[in-house]
């Protein structure tokens, strides 16, 4: 029977001994041979979030007691690390083979001892090196599932809940968030309270891409605000600091001053393709731009995407075209678009 865990350490079983056996450029090689009479127990520890388990083979006269918390057991021939459930499951079945085992052995001698073969040391450097790094990347994980763990349950708290106002009041400003185009609302942050007792809100929802920190003084993505008034009641909506929402009017929606997205620009591309092919004199030589090669701006709703295509002409000559798009984002249609100078509507 066989049980292979971390580092490159694998423990079997043998007529008339338990072996562990050990090759890892890292962590050192060697081969251990352990006589069933030799060995009084033998321990696990179940693996959890990011620590993991081992199943140790003790000797008599070993009278060590592991801290699992210290990672004693990464560094202990006798011992061999596993993660995972299965694993863990795996680990009792070769502990119950080996006890049974036991049961059948005579009691130990002087005579009998634990054999090292083939032992190569070293490791150790390469070990805390490894062991370091793997604790930041542990810890980076943790880190990275609690965050999640807190927006999974932020998102789960009713919106009226954390604009902190009453349901009823909620639900007559949340028609108006719709109109807007507002998706579902996953963060909020109260951010200041006006003279007036107006408060400001910065919120994040769902497919609008949240604004965040790249570099010092410098940021991307969205910043969307909400002013209520000191009675709860809706006053102005910007999106990138332009009004969509004021004065009790409408007066657009969110995705004219969201930052370009890339869904955006994939639609803008696929349409200027598909409409210049239709114009070429020899379609199928098209080469069209990079996708990094166009040039993009965005302006109350409208995009424009200026691109070029080269293909062959009636004498087989390439030449290039260029064109520009003009598409209503707030409608999700095409307006109008620009071959070399010369500008054909869209019905």
Same mark, same amino acid.
């Given at each position: 029977?066989?049980? *292979?865990?971390? !580092?490159?350490?694998?423990?079997?079983?043998?007529?008339?001994?338990?072996?562990?056996?050990?090759?890892?450029?890292?962590?050192?090689?060697?081969?251990?041979?352990?006589?069933?009479?030799?060995?009084?127990?033998?321990?696990? =520890?179940?693996?959890?979030?990011? !620590?993991?388990?081992?199943?140790?083979?003790? %000797?008599?006269?070993?009278?060590?007691?592991?801290?699992?918390?210290?990672?004693?057991?990464?560094?202990?021939?006798?011992?061999?690390?596993?993660?995972?459930?299965?694993?863990?499951? /795996?680990?009792?079945?070769?502990?119950?083979?080996?006890?049974?085992? @036991?049961?059948?052995?005579?009691?130990?001698?002087?005579?009998?001892?634990?054999?090292?073969?083939?032992?190569?040391?070293?490791?150790? @450097?390469?070990?805390?090196?490894?062991?370091?790094?793997?604790?930041?990347?542990?810890?980076?994980?943790?880190?990275?599932?609690?965050?999640?763990?807190?927006?999974?349950? =932020?998102?789960?708290?009713?919106?009226?809940?954390?604009?902190?106002?009453?349901?009823?009041?909620?639900?007559?400003?949340?028609?108006?968030?719709?109109?807007?185009?507002?998706? *579902?609302?996953?963060?909020?942050?109260?951010?200041?309270? /006006?003279?007036?007792?107006?408060?400001?809100?910065?919120?994040?929802? =769902?497919?609008?891409?949240?604004?965040?920190?790249?570099?010092?003084?410098?940021?991307?993505?969205?910043?969307?605000?909400?002013?209520?008034?000191?009675?709860?009641?809706?006053?102005?909506?910007?999106?990138?600091?332009?009004?969509?929402?004021?004065?009790?009017?409408?007066?657009?929606?969110? =995705?004219?001053?969201?930052?370009?997205?890339? %869904?955006?620009?994939?639609?803008?591309?696929?349409?200027?393709?598909?409409?210049?092919?239709?114009?070429?004199?020899?379609?199928?030589?098209?080469?069209?731009?990079?996708?990094?090669?166009?040039?993009?701006?965005?302006?109350?709703?409208?995009?424009?995407?200026?691109?070029?295509?080269?293909?062959?002409?009636?004498?087989?000559?390439?030449?290039? !075209?260029?064109?520009? /798009?003009?598409?209503?984002?707030?409608?999700?249609?095409?307006?109008?678009?620009?071959?070399?100078?010369?500008?054909?509507?869209?019905?």
């Amino acid at each position: 029977m066989n049980f *292979k865990g971390n !580092t490159g350490k694998i423990i079997t079983t043998e007529e008339e001994y338990v072996v562990i056996k050990q090759k890892s450029f890292a962590f050192g090689s060697y081969e251990k041979k352990i006589p069933y009479s030799r060995i009084k127990s033998i321990e696990i =520890e179940e693996p959890n979030m990011g !620590t993991a388990g081992y199943i140790r083979i003790v %000797e008599f006269g070993d009278e060590r007691i592991f801290n699992k918390k210290k990672g004693e057991a990464a560094l202990d021939d006798d011992s061999v690390l596993f993660n995972g459930k299965k694993n863990y499951n /795996l680990a009792k079945d070769f502990k119950e083979f080996v006890e049974s085992k @036991l049961s059948n052995s005579d009691e130990t001698s002087d005579s009998e001892k634990s054999v090292y073969t083939k032992k190569k040391k070293g490791g150790k @450097l390469k070990f805390v090196i490894f062991a370091v790094i793997a604790f930041i990347i542990v810890q980076c994980n943790i880190s990275n599932a609690n965050k999640k763990k807190e927006a999974i349950k =932020e998102s789960q708290i009713p919106a009226y809940e954390r604009f902190g106002i009453s349901e009823n009041d909620y639900a007559e400003i949340s028609p108006i968030f719709e109109k807007c185009g507002f998706t *579902k609302i996953t963060k909020v942050e109260k951010e200041d309270e /006006l003279n007036d007792g107006t408060i400001s809100y910065y919120i994040e929802m =769902e497919g609008v891409k949240p604004n965040k920190v790249i570099s010092v003084g410098k940021t991307e993505g969205n910043i969307i605000t909400v002013y209520l008034t000191k009675d709860n009641k809706l006053s102005e909506i910007l999106v990138n600091f332009s009004p969509v929402y004021k004065n009790g009017k409408i007066l657009n929606k969110i =995705e004219a001053f969201t930052e370009l997205s890339l %869904e955006e620009k994939t639609a803008c591309q696929m349409i200027c393709e598909s409409s210049i092919k239709k114009m070429l004199k020899s379609p199928a030589t098209a080469k069209f731009c990079d996708y990094l090669d166009y040039r993009w701006s965005k302006e109350n709703g409208i995009i424009k995407a200026q691109g070029y295509v080269d293909s062959q002409n009636g004498f087989g000559a390439m030449v290039r !075209t260029n064109y520009i /798009l003009t598409y209503d984002c707030v409608k999700q249609k095409a307006v109008s678009i620009n071959v070399d100078g010369t500008k054909y509507n869209y019905e």
